[in-house]
C-alpha cells in the first residue's frame, strides 16, 4: 500500500517516512460497497481500520429502537484499534456509509512490527493512549448529556 494513503490518519502523522513504510507494508486495502459490514459487533477482533476514502458508520443496535449511529468517520480516520489490545469481542458494527476503502492492519502484524521497532511502538502506543483518553472523554460528555435530558435516578 502506498504510505502516503495512510498519512493522512492521525494515529500515523508523527511517524517518519520510513516507519510509516513499515506500517504500510502491512496494510491491506479493501473496496466496500454501501451499506456493506466492515465487521459485527460480537465478532472476534483482529484488525484496526484507516479509512482511506467514502465514509464508515460505527453504531450499535439498541433493542426497540434499532439501529443508533455513534460516529461517522471520514478519510483518516480510524477504528477497530480495541481489538488490538484485548480478546473480548467487537464492540459495535463497522458499516461502509458510503462506498468507501479502508486499509486493515492485522493485529498480529502489527504486534511483530512493534515488537522490531521500539521507537514506532512507543510513538503509535501514546498516540493510541491520546484516543482513547479523548474519545472517554466525549461519552463521559454524551453520558452527562443524556442525564440531564432524562433527570436524576429516584
Same mark, same amino acid.
Request: proline fraction near 5%; aromatic fraction near 8%.
Given at each position: +500500500? $502506498?504510505?502516503?494513503?495512510?498519512?493522512?490518519?492521525?494515529?500515523?502523522?508523527?511517524?517518519?517516512?520510513?516507519?510509516?513504510?513499515?506500517?504500510?507494508?502491512?496494510?491491506?486495502?479493501?473496496?466496500? &460497497?454501501?451499506?456493506?459490514?466492515?465487521?459485527?459487533?460480537?465478532?472476534?477482533?483482529?484488525?484496526?481500520?484507516?479509512?482511506?476514502?467514502?465514509?464508515?458508520?460505527?453504531?450499535?443496535?439498541?433493542?426497540?429502537?434499532?439501529?443508533?449511529?455513534? &460516529?461517522?468517520? =471520514?478519510?483518516?480516520?480510524?477504528?477497530?484499534?480495541?481489538?488490538?489490545?484485548? $480478546?473480548?469481542?467487537? &464492540?459495535?458494527?463497522?458499516?461502509?456509509?458510503?462506498?468507501?476503502?479502508?486499509?486493515?492492519?492485522?493485529? =498480529?502484524?502489527? =504486534?511483530?512490527?512493534?515488537?522490531?521497532?521500539?521507537?514506532?511502538?512507543?510513538?503509535?502506543?501514546?498516540?493510541?493512549?491520546?484516543?482513547? &483518553?479523548?474519545?472517554?472523554?466525549? +461519552?463521559? =460528555?454524551?453520558?452527562?448529556?443524556?442525564?440531564?435530558?432524562?433527570?436524576?435516578?429516584?
Amino acid at each position: +500500500m $502506498d504510505p502516503q494513503a495512510l498519512r493522512a490518519c492521525p494515529l500515523f502523522q508523527t511517524l517518519s517516512s520510513a516507519q510509516l513504510a513499515q506500517v504500510a507494508a502491512i496494510a491491506r486495502r479493501r473496496e466496500l &460497497s454501501g451499506g456493506e459490514a466492515v465487521f459485527r459487533e460480537g465478532e472476534a477482533g483482529t484488525e484496526l481500520f484507516v479509512v482511506l476514502s467514502g465514509r464508515v458508520r460505527i453504531s450499535k443496535r439498541v433493542p426497540g429502537v434499532g439501529e443508533e449511529a455513534l &460516529s461517522i468517520l =471520514d478519510p483518516g480516520g480510524y477504528f477497530g484499534e480495541m481489538a488490538l489490545f484485548d $480478546d473480548a469481542p467487537r &464492540s459495535a458494527d463497522a458499516l461502509a456509509h458510503t462506498p468507501c476503502a479502508v486499509a486493515a492492519i492485522a493485529r =498480529d502484524d502489527l =504486534d511483530q512490527l512493534l515488537f522490531v521497532d521500539k521507537e514506532l511502538a512507543y510513538a503509535l502506543l501514546w498516540t493510541f493512549v491520546r484516543t482513547l &483518553s479523548t474519545r472517554l472523554r466525549e +461519552m463521559n =460528555d454524551k453520558i452527562q448529556g443524556f442525564f440531564a435530558m432524562t433527570g436524576p435516578f429516584k
